[in-house]
T-cell receptor, first 116, second 110 residues
Framework: EAGVAQSPRYKIIEKRQSVAFWCNPI?????LYWYQQILGQGPKLLIQ????????DSQLPKDRFSAERLKGVDSTLKIQPAKLEDSAVYLC??????????????FGPGTRLLVL | LAKTTQPISMDSYEGQEVNITCSHN???????ITWYQQFPSQGPRFIIQ???TKVTNEVASLFIPADRKSSTLSLPRVSLSDTAVYYC???????????FGKGTRLHILP
């Protein structure tokens, strides 16, 4: 079974530029998550989708970050304009979203962003 | 979501058993305890999950006392490849949201 795919793996941009990350979850997984992981810290949830609807985006800086999952499968996360503090690893995770107890999340390898 | 506290870092040697304890004093009745492992340059990976007593799989064991205010992840006979960050998470049954702390950086020495 293929895992969660993310691209690109690395990205270097200058502040005030825009950048986009792509995620393809495990086939059949209805729930998709985007996390931000700053060096030395645990991942922080940015946004959670159930199919193509947003379940939780309370920690997404909406003035500069946006995300979509138009067809309920793959998803993109965009930052515009980027700031120095956005330098981090952006992780995508997915699960079926159908189990009644806390279900395992399957993570992709992440995209490492460096903002100069 | 209950807050968790775990050691920032631990060192051990190859072949030893490693126990990482996590404190979760405010755990709720419906909360499950889950541990994830994260290697450098990779996303976290599920290790084990439990509700009470003991859970064992091919990778680790999870010990949960009766009051459930703490839990211990046990890694038998560690190797260099077990060097990673280990996260303890507590989440509500039926709520798939998880909150990561800083985790425990485990360093295995030869």
């Amino acid at each position: 079974e293929a895992g969660v795919a993310q691209s690109p793996r690395y990205k270097i941009i200058e502040k005030r530029q825009s950048v986009a990350f792509w995620c393809n979850p495990i086939s059949g997984h209805a729930t998709l998550y985007w996390y931000q992981q700053i060096l030395g810290q645990g991942p922080k949830l940015l946004i959670q989708f159930q199919n193509n609807g947003v379940v939780d985006d309370s920690q997404l800086p909406k003035d500069r970050f946006s995300a979509e999952r138009l067809k309920g499968v793959d998803s993109t996360l965009k930052i515009q304009p980027a700031k120095l503090e956005d330098s981090a690893v952006y992780l995508c995770a997915s699960n079926t979203g159908t189990q009644e107890y806390q279900e395992t999340q399957y993570f992709g390898p992440g995209t490492r962003l460096l903002v100069l | 979501l209950a807050k968790t506290t775990q050691p920032i870092s631990m060192d051990s040697y190859e072949g030893q058993e490693v126990n990482i304890t996590c404190s979760h004093n405010n755990i709720a009745t419906n909360d499950y305890i889950t541990w994830y492992q994260q290697f450098p340059s990779q996303g976290p990976r599920f290790i084990i999950q439990g509700y009470k007593t003991k859970v064992t799989n091919e990778v680790a064991s999870l010990f949960i006392p009766a009051d459930r205010k703490s839990s211990t992840l046990s890694l038998p006979r560690v190797s260099l490849s077990d060097t990673a960050v280990y996260y303890c998470l507590v989440g509500d049954r039926g709520d798939d949201k998880i909150i990561f702390g800083k985790g425990t950086r485990l360093h295995i020495l030869p």
